[in-house]
């Protein structure tokens, strides 16, 4: 009898030292399928999918670096100045939650418990558009450059519409930067399209012609472009949509035909208007944008608001130089209205941002864009060593500073509208991770260095211990361009100048560190 009850005992205490740790099924499970899964499925844009304990696990090292450093969910604004609408972020506890589960050997726990895995059968969220466009298959040519390229797409419509929905997908993940889709009612780019003898045209300054009207854009984690009720953006007869797509130099011989898909509506609607009134062109203060070598700037830009407006949606855009980007108003009375501050700026990470109730911008308020700018080797986005002068351009390795607005004149309770009510994204299924994990475990371990950074023929690992350890080398698009063990010099020499990532596993961990390779 006292056997078993030693017995029983040990099972209890088990239990409990057990029940200290997060599992999949109680708590991660929710926080994935929720956060993670709807762009890491089959149908996704994410590199690999997200859809079961296993898939997890098989990635869990690799998902919680970027959980520490917050780069997944892609979310860099920050909350506190404005929030917005389908606010991606995770919170504290979820993070702490998920770095926890990792560091403590990520148990699958009671499978029973686990929320049912959501299920993707495609990548579309307008499923029953009233068109789609899609242009045609193009082959990227050899280029040493940025590819700005645009495509002229005949609608076959005989009436204007209005649009309340739009989906830009594009046919190649890996290698569309950017696409911008505009209406044109002049002609001139289709005759600048049947002058190229390939499909499409080369444009870097927008598409040909300063009448092109911006109807969205689309960077990586944007979503379809929705209107309130009673709103839309209007498609004249005879126009002729032009999607204009940004290529990076590494694109050379891949493919791609992106579509967009377009919902309408046969009521009257009032209509939005799409562009970058804060810009580097017209309403810089302290121009021109151009930022020395080996300095850090911060540049300005002022905007008088000539009516009452209503604006529901802001797009910051910068290159690799930039570090922050900010925009606000003031009131002829004094008050201020924030509008977005991203406090760290992620290139690879932008979009266009609703809020969560649209903004009256009253007259007379002045509207003000802020953003700095490192041309310093302590910038790890830096495209140049040594740094080089950056001034305006289209290419990647130039400059920008645009905040785009979708707005249209005011009316009253516009700002009552309510686009998003929710504080946090809804968890799949109602799901509940309600895990109580210290906020402690998301500390970042710190398992080597290495130099020099930028390299050009070898590299050199220092380890913080002498664990067996594996290295991957990955390129621009993701891919492991080199995989060794317990190896602290690496031969650079087979490889092309441009940005890479290390990836070293050791002990249960895993740390990531930005490499340039340059010569």
Known sequence: MKKISLLIIALIYTASINAQNPTWADDVACIVYTHCSGCHNPNGSGPFSLLSYNDAVLNANYMKIKVEEEEMPPWPIDNSYREFAHARNLTEQEKATFIQWVNTGKEEGNPANAPAAPVFNSSVVITQPDMILQMPTYTIPTITEDLY??????TGLNTEKNIVGIEIIP???NVVHHAQVFWDTTGI???LDNNDPNPGYTSAGG????QAVLLGTWVPGSSPIFVPQGMGKNLPNGAKIVIQIHYPEYSSG?????KVRFLFTNNAVRNISDAPILNHVTSMTDGPLFIPANTVKTFHQEFFVPANVTILNVGPHGHLICKSMKAFGVTLQGDTIPIINIPEWDFHWQGSYDFKNPIKIPIGT?????ATYDNTSNNDENPNNPPQDVSVGEATTDEMMLFYFSYLLYQNGDENIVVDSNSHKPHHLNCVSDYNSSVESIQKKTLFSFYPNPSSTDLTLELKNHSPFKLELLNALGQIVHAS???????LNAYSDGLYLIRLYQDNHIQEEKLQILR
Do not use: A
């Open 149 to 154: 390229r645009c495509f002229v797409l005949p």
């Open 171 to 173: 046919g190649n993940n």
């Open 189 to 191: 780019c289709q005759i």
């Open 207 to 210: 598409v040909g012609t300063q």
């Open 254 to 258: 891949e493919v791609d035909s992106t």
């Open 366 to 370: 002045t509207l003000y864009g802020e």
């Open 485 to 491: 063990e317990n190896k602290t010099h690496i031969d």
